[in-house]
Structures are given as C-alpha cells and as structure tokens.
C-alpha cells in the first residue's frame, strides 16, 4: 500500500448538507485521532520496478515534488502523532506527508484548522535488512501484547 498508517477525520455530518458538521473548531481536539505512539517498526517495499497503485503497482498515485514511491505516515486531520526507532528498506520513501482535507465535502476548514497536524519521529541511519519478495511470514511479535 502507498502508506504504512493514515491519520485522518472524516465528518460524516457532511454527507447531509450545509450546517449538518458534527465537528468543529470546539469539539475537533476531542475526536480527531491523537496521542499515537509508533515504536520500533521496519517499512518497507520489495516491487521492480516502481509502479503507482493506479497503475497495478503499491505506490503512491501523486506524489509530491520530491517524488516518493511510498509513505510511512500520511496525516492529514489528527495530531500528536510520535513514531520511534523506525527501520525502512527501499527507495523513495518519504517517513511522514502531512496535508488536510480541511474545507472539502469531508471536513470542514474550521474543524481542521483547529488541530495542530503535529508528528515527531526518528528513523535509524541503518537500513532494516530487506525482505524476499513474496514472504508474509512476521518476524516479530505483533498486535496487543
């Protein structure tokens, strides 16, 4: 997939019309995705050549001007997001693209503006080992310990 982990806030209120948000700059803190930590993850990919999904491939279909073929997080409209001792194997991956989608039929631009689309994070200098295409096996503990 084009991103490892999406954050973002959908207001479904929106589907039914002007003035029917549910969210806005009061209550947008509460219930936009927040305080996520992300620890000790490898990301990568193991696709040749470089495809975007729209084209059968896993990358992203609009890249940004510094061309990356995948992400490790995309956020758009959640904040205190912390990512820790991350680990990619690869090329062209960006660790984090934060955007909005503030002020369309999603979300509206008081609602997001309200958020501070914040992430930290650091990635280790050492490359994670890569993985063999095809393997789907986890070499790790995972899920709720």
């Given at each position: 997939?084009?991103?490892a982990?999406?954050?973002?806030t959908?207001?479904c209120?929106?589907?039914?019309g002007p003035?029917?948000?549910?969210?806005n700059?009061?209550?947008?803190?509460?219930?936009?995705?927040h305080?996520?930590?992300?620890?000790?993850?490898i990301?990568?990919?193991?696709?040749?050549?470089?495809?975007?999904?729209k084209e059968?491939?896993?990358g992203v279909?609009y890249?940004t001007?510094?061309?990356e073929?995948?992400r490790?997080?995309h956020?758009?409209?959640?904040?205190?997001i912390?990512?820790r001792?991350i680990c990619f194997?690869g090329?062209r991956?960006?660790?984090?693209?934060?955007?909005?989608?503030g002020?369309s039929?999603?979300?509206?631009k008081?609602?997001a503006?309200?958020i501070?689309h914040?992430?930290?994070?650091n990635?280790l200098?050492?490359p994670?080992?890569?993985?063999r295409?095809?393997?789907?096996?986890?070499p790790f503990?995972?899920?709720p310990?």
């Amino acid at each position: 997939m084009p991103n490892a982990f999406v954050f973002t806030t959908l207001d479904c209120g929106r589907r039914e019309g002007p003035g029917k948000e549910l969210l806005n700059a009061t209550n947008m803190a509460k219930y936009a995705p927040h305080d996520i930590d992300i620890n000790d993850c490898i990301f990568g990919h193991v696709e040749m050549p470089l495809r975007p999904s729209k084209e059968g491939g896993y990358g992203v279909n609009y890249p940004t001007n510094r061309g990356e073929y995948t992400r490790f997080i995309h956020l758009k409209d959640a904040y205190d997001i912390r990512y820790r001792n991350i680990c990619f194997f690869g090329k062209r991956i960006m660790p984090v693209y934060v955007d909005s989608i503030g002020g369309s039929r999603h979300l509206s631009k008081e609602a997001a503006e309200s958020i501070n689309h914040s992430v930290t994070g650091n990635v280790l200098d050492k490359p994670a080992p890569p993985v063999r295409p095809g393997v789907t096996a986890i070499p790790f503990a995972c899920g709720p310990q």
